[in-house]
């Protein structure tokens, strides 16, 4: 059976993190809701750290706009499948990884599709203030460990990108409607849970093109379309990816002294 431990590929991640936690990092499962700008490069930090076990969500396709920020975004990949293409990626960084790509929509009528209670991880990048309200609701009713991206866009400072309890977030206009929303409907998420996200919040100084044929982004969903630049999106998702990372480091090295490690 594959493990990451015997992986040359990943004996700089092992070099530093030791065999039980690369071990478990083969073993955890891990769903990621959302392979946008910020998803996308998430998949890509937890691959590359050698998590093996990913499932991949989102029903969009490539769009041409999609290039200025999706990893799995270029000229050749445009008006493919988003978790397929990402998919193709991943298994280029490690053939043996186990990558489930699941093209259909998150929401409540399909929520119960997912098993989330099947998962170790539930990660959040879905950027639709309904579904990501559902998600949230949903992830932290069941076993697993849930993380969730507030807002990239409207940033360009890469000094700014945070982490904090979700009723801590500060300065999101994305987290402060979400906690609106509970608060109308008196309904809370299950636990609490950690957030990466951003204060910054600049206006849109140009104006937005037509979409292409293939643009996703202006089906409707959207309120509306706001601009992003690819160093925030990644930072998030790396941020997310990290925190996954982070917390699989301290489970399996708890009670040890550095030197044990």
């Known amino acids: ?14 070099l ?32 590359r750290s050698g998590i093996t076990h990913l499932t991949l969500v989102d029903s969009d396709c490539v769009s041409r706009s999609n290039i200025n920020r999706q990893l ?14 990402l998919r193709d990626r991943l298994l280029e960084i490690n053939p043996q990884a186990e990558i489930t790509a699941l093209q259909r929509p998150y929401n ?4 119960e599709t997912f098993q989330l209670e099947s998962y170790d991880y539930i990660l959040d990048a879905i950027d639709s203030l309904k579904e990501k309200s559902d998600l949230i609701l ?3 009713r069941t076993p697993a460990v849930f993380f969730s991206s507030m807002g990239a866009a409207l940033k360009v400072n890469p000094q700014g990108v945070k982490v904090a309890e979700f009723w801590n977030v500060r300065g999101c206009p994305l987290g402060a409607a979400i906690r609106k929303k509970y608060k109308q409907n008196h309904t809370y998420p299950g636990h609490k849970f950690r957030c990466v996200y ?24 959207k309120a ?22 982070e917390d699989i480091y301290k489970k399996n090295t708890a009670g040890r002294n550095d030197s044990d490690i």
């Open 198 to 221: 951003d204060e910054e919040v600049l206006p849109n100084r140009g104006t937005a093109l037509a979409a292409d044929a293939s643009n996703s982004e202006w089906d409707g969903r």
């Open 16 to 47: 530093l993190v030791g065999d039980d936690v690369m071990s478990a990092m083969g073993h955890v499962r891990v769903i990621l809701f959302g392979v946008g700008g910020v998803g996308s490069w998430c998949a890509e930090g937890l691959v």
């Open 138 to 140: 949903r992830g932290t």
């Open 72 to 85: 799995m975004a270029t000229s050749r990949t445009v008006g493919q499948v988003k978790v397929e293409a």
């Open 108 to 111: 409540a009528e399909t929520a």
């Open 224 to 245: 509306q379309i706001n601009g992003t630049t690819a160093h925030i999106t990644a930072i998030f998702g790396m941020t997310l990816a990290g925190l996954v990372i």
């Open 1 to 14: 059976m594959y493990s990451p431990v015997s992986d040359p590929a990943f004996n700089r991640t092992k």
